[in-house]
């Protein structure tokens, strides 16, 4: 979802003739559900390596999903020259297309250098915001048993640029992980508080 929401502001701002352009919440929250309800719940597959039936499935998916990208970004790039043209639907033009077509050859592969820098980039805000739940600051009560408070976790103007309308999302991962975390430091917090566990660890391995 990340690089899709990355590449219809990409095709936004391509526009040469009008470097004004602004990409808006409702827009980018319209957009998401139309990608999921394109993919369904499963638009990780559209990076994954399987059969051949499963990569050819994929790759239509993939492609149906690019082309209601340029078709949108075309639409807020026409609506935003002439505000009267919002309510009209626009077929994205050839250039459009063909540079959104470029930029998931290039870029929405397992592997390539985006896809690296931007998983790297959400597992940090993510790791960030489950420290934050599981581990409140030194000046509150820490208890295993108490209910989380989300309104710990990072709001989403500290998010990293192009992941604000990921928050819904990232908080509601950092929540469950968090959760994780409590449990599982109920039960093995007091083996890892052991003063021999460290050097037991390394010196197995």
Request: proline content about 6%; hydrophobic content about 40%.
């Amino acid at each position: 979802m990340y690089m899709f929401l990355l590449l219809f502001r990409q095709l936004v701002f391509s526009d040469p003739t009008d470097p004004t352009h602004k990409v808006s919440e409702p827009q980018l929250a319209l957009l998401k559900k139309e990608i999921r309800d394109i993919s369904s719940s499963h638009l990780g597959h559209c990076f994954n390596q399987g059969s051949d039936n499963d990569n050819e499935k994929w790759a239509k998916i993939r492609q149906d999903i690019i082309l209601q990208i340029a078709m949108r970004a075309k639409e807020t790039s026409q609506s935003q020259l002439d505000p009267q043209l919002a309510s009209l639907t626009f077929a994205p033009d050839e250039r459009i297309l063909k540079l959104a077509e470029r930029w998931s050859d290039s870029n929405m592969r397992p592997n390539s250098p985006l896809s690296i820098m931007l998983r790297n980039r959400i597992r940090d805000v993510v790791f960030n915001q489950v420290v934050a739940l599981t581990f409140p600051s030194r000046d509150s009560v820490m208890s295993l048993g108490k209910p989380l408070d989300s309104a710990s976790a990072a709001p989403p103007s500290a998010l990293a640029s192009g992941m604000e309308p990921l928050a819904d999302e990232i908080r509601l991962l950092s929540e469950r992980l968090s959760r994780l975390a409590h449990i599982h430091l109920g039960v093995y917090l007091p083996l890892y508080e052991q003063e021999d566990f460290s050097s037991s660890i390394f010196s197995s391995s």
